[in-house]
């Protein structure tokens, strides 16, 4: 009498099970030193307002008054933006989130350039985590140039690092298929990433010309 051997399939890497399964995933050389860098440009701008920042407290202290050395007229100052309530949105001064965020950042560029290799699940944490680094530097962006009416060149440069790792980790999950999307968006990613971050900060260029365009004739 023959024995039938049942075969269990369910843990064997099929087409459909090798699809859904969790991946992981390392980044190319250019992508972690981007990440690097942008880190290392946000993580200077908010050590440097954050040391402003203290001086402007001390100096209040002290009945004196301190003026950052990148306030140079009454449109680029960087004091009257340190000074605005909403340069302390939490209850603390917004560049020491940067000093957390940045530092991350910098951390998984360096994991990639070590050969580091991370699940889907992180890299959609991570793309979450610039995706609100994005939107809260635009929400400072229309406060400086509408609500407080002067622009820091430090958050300046933060916003413009922001923007380029959003994009860059934006793009990276959609092409590895993190985030679903169709065949002509991967596509295009594959191909022109860097029209997202270059339309992105030329339309902020513009707000800024435009904003205070009587100022810079003058």
């Given at each position: 009498?023959?024995?039938?051997?049942?075969?269990?399939?369910s843990?064997?890497?099929?087409p459909?099970?090798?699809e859904?399964?969790?991946?992981a995933?390392?980044?190319?050389?250019?992508?972690?030193?981007?990440?690097?860098?942008?880190?290392?440009a946000?993580?200077?701008?908010?050590?440097?307002?954050?040391?402003d920042?203290?001086k402007?407290?001390?100096a209040k202290?002290?009945?004196?008054?301190f003026?950052?050395?990148?306030?140079?007229?009454?449109?680029v100052?960087?004091?009257?933006?340190m000074?605005?309530?909403?340069?302390?949105?939490f209850?603390?001064?917004?560049?020491?989130?940067?000093?957390?965020?940045?530092?991350?950042?910098?951390?998984?560029?360096?994991?990639?350039?070590?050969?580091?290799?991370?699940?889907?699940?992180?890299?959609?944490?991570?793309n979450a985590?610039c995706?609100?680094?994005?939107?809260f530097?635009?929400?400072?962006?229309?406060q400086?140039?509408?609500r407080?009416?002067?622009?820091c060149?430090?958050?300046?440069?933060?916003?413009?690092?922001?923007?380029?790792?959003?994009w860059?980790?934006?793009?990276?999950?959609?092409?590895?298929?993190?985030l679903p999307a169709p065949?002509?968006?991967?596509?295009?990613?594959?191909?022109?990433?860097?029209?997202?971050?270059v339309?992105?900060?030329?339309?902020?260029?513009m707000?800024?010309?435009?904003?205070?365009?009587?100022?810079?004739?003058?």
């Open positions: 009498m023959s024995k039938t051997t049942v075969k269990d399939v843990t064997e890497p099929g459909e099970r090798a859904i399964a969790p991946r995933q390392g980044g190319s050389r250019a992508l972690a030193l981007l990440l690097v860098i942008t880190g290392a946000g993580l200077l701008a908010a050590w440097v307002i954050t040391i920042k203290f402007i407290l001390e202290v002290e009945g004196k008054t003026t950052p050395g990148c306030s140079f007229n009454p449109v100052s960087c004091g009257s933006v000074e605005s309530k909403q340069a302390a949105v209850g603390f001064p917004n560049p020491m989130l940067g000093l957390v965020a940045y530092g991350i950042v910098i951390g998984v560029g360096m994991s990639l350039l070590a050969g580091a290799r991370f699940p889907r699940w992180y890299w959609l944490t991570f985590g995706l609100f680094g994005v939107g530097c635009a929400w400072l962006m229309f400086s140039l509408y407080i009416n002067a622009l060149l430090w958050c300046s440069l933060a916003w413009v690092a922001t923007i380029l790792m959003f860059y980790v934006t793009s990276f999950n959609i092409r590895k298929g993190f065949s002509r968006l991967k596509s295009f990613f594959d191909e022109f990433t860097w029209v997202m971050p339309l992105h900060i030329g339309i902020i260029g707000l800024i010309l435009t904003r205070w365009w009587d100022f810079w004739l003058s």
